[in-house]
């Protein structure tokens, strides 16, 4: 079964903050995606990784910077964390070939007060 | 610009009859179109891909349909349960790109 993990299931930290969520997967897959989720806006595209060290912007990258330096591992970086990224972060790895699906990680509920 | 909508209200059934969700989109040529179910407080889980040129996939109770002339993709599930009940996703994906863009997700409750 593949598995995908992240670093927290729930962080609490203050504004101002550098924040760190880390991803695992253990299929060997070479793209691996964040995503934000929060309600009525549905899940929303960060950043993703196509190989070791590349890194392509999503839909909201502001705020927000990765890093992938081993094939297995995808890190989320909030610079300075603001209370309008509180939100449910997810990590998903993804198959290449005929069927794309994502595999995603159980989420990291993250508050920023 | 490309919209998909799924039904902001929740569904509501009764067990063992067979619930529908819709996938629409506009502004999109998909050429792959998933269905994720997503439980509360968890990531998504992959559950069918369908192709542009297939009309229809099933899968045990699961059945998708995908109409490329209506832009829209159907989601039964057929003598519903309430272990059912979740928030189902469909995310398209367009010829050439790996990255999908997900709908906002439909409410299933189905009530024993």
């Known amino acids: 079964d593949v598995k995908v993990t992240q670093s927290s299931r729930y962080l609490v930290k203050r504004t101002g903050e550098k924040v760190f969520l880390e991803c695992v997967q253990d299929?060997?897959?070479?793209?691996m995606f964040w995503y934000r989720q929060d309600p009525g806006l549905g899940l929303r595209l960060i950043y993703f990784?196509?190989?070791?060290?590349?890194?392509e912007k999503g839909d909201i990258p502001e705020g927000y910077s990765v890093s992938r330096e081993k094939k297995e591992r995808f890190s989320l970086i909030l610079e300075s964390a603001s209370t309008n990224q509180t939100s449910m972060y997810l990590c998903?790895?993804?198959?290449?070939?005929?069927?794309?699906?994502?595999?995603f990680g159980p989420g990291t509920r993250l508050t920023v007060t | 610009s490309q919209k998909i909508e799924q039904n902001s209200e929740a569904l509501n059934i009764q067990e063992g009859k067979t619930a529908t969700l819709t996938c629409n989109y506009t502004?999109?040529?998909?050429?792959?179109l998933q269905w994720y179910r997503q439980d509360p407080g968890r990531g998504p889980v992959f559950l069918l891909l369908?192709?542009?040129?297939?009309k229809e996939k099933r899968k045990e109770r699961l059945k998708v349909t995908f109409d490329t002339t209506l832009k829209q993709s159907l989601f039964h599930i057929t003598a519903s349960q309430p272990a059912d009940s979740a928030t189902y996703l469909c995310?398209?994906?367009?010829?050439?790109?790996?990255?999908?863009?997900f709908g906002r997700g439909t409410s299933l409750i189905v009530h024993p």
């Open positions: 998903a790895s993804q198959t290449g070939g005929k069927s794309y699906e994502q595999y």
């Open positions: 299929m060997d897959h070479e793209n």
């Open positions: 990784s196509y190989d070791v060290k590349m890194k």
């Open positions: 502004n999109y040529s998909p050429a792959y």
């Open positions: 369908i192709r542009e040129n297939e």
């Open positions: 995310a398209l994906l367009s010829g050439g790109s790996y990255i999908p863009t």
